[in-house]
């Protein structure tokens, strides 16, 4: 009897532990993939192109690939430094309609001088 009641919670609590392990996955190779676009598209003979081509890449090698709608590379201003900034928007991997289902990250890296 005891069983009964016990094993459907203890398959529930399991369950939630992996959502939060697969989001908490998928966040922080997307946080990567936006740091090392920002690093590649800061290079002195990169261009933009490079940052979306790195991040892309990276994030083709693992199972975030399919959460992701739209990556912009661009160049702002931070104090009296310019730097390259990556921007990734993707949809989180959730089971259920619980919590947030947007994530954006971003990476930024200081702009090289030829």
Excluded: K, N, Y
Excluded at 15 to 22: D, E, G, K, N, T
Excluded at 65 to 81: L, P
Excluded at 91 to 106: I, K
């Amino acid at each position: 009897m005891d069983f009964v009641l016990v094993v459907p919670m203890l398959i529930a609590v399991g369950l939630a532990v992996l959502q939060i392990i697969l989001v908490m996955h998928v966040r922080t190779v997307l946080i990567s993939a936006a740091a090392e676009g920002a690093r590649a598209a800061a290079l002195a003979d990169a261009d933009r192109g490079a940052g979306e081509r790195r991040a892309r890449a990276i994030i083709e090698e693992s199972i975030a690939s399919s959460t992701v709608e739209r990556i912009d590379v661009h160049a702002r201003q931070s104090g009296s430094s310019v730097v390259m900034a990556v921007d990734i928007d993707a949809r989180l991997p959730l089971l259920g309609l619980f919590g947030p289902t947007a994530l954006h990250v971003h990476g930024h890296s200081l702009l090289e001088r030829a």
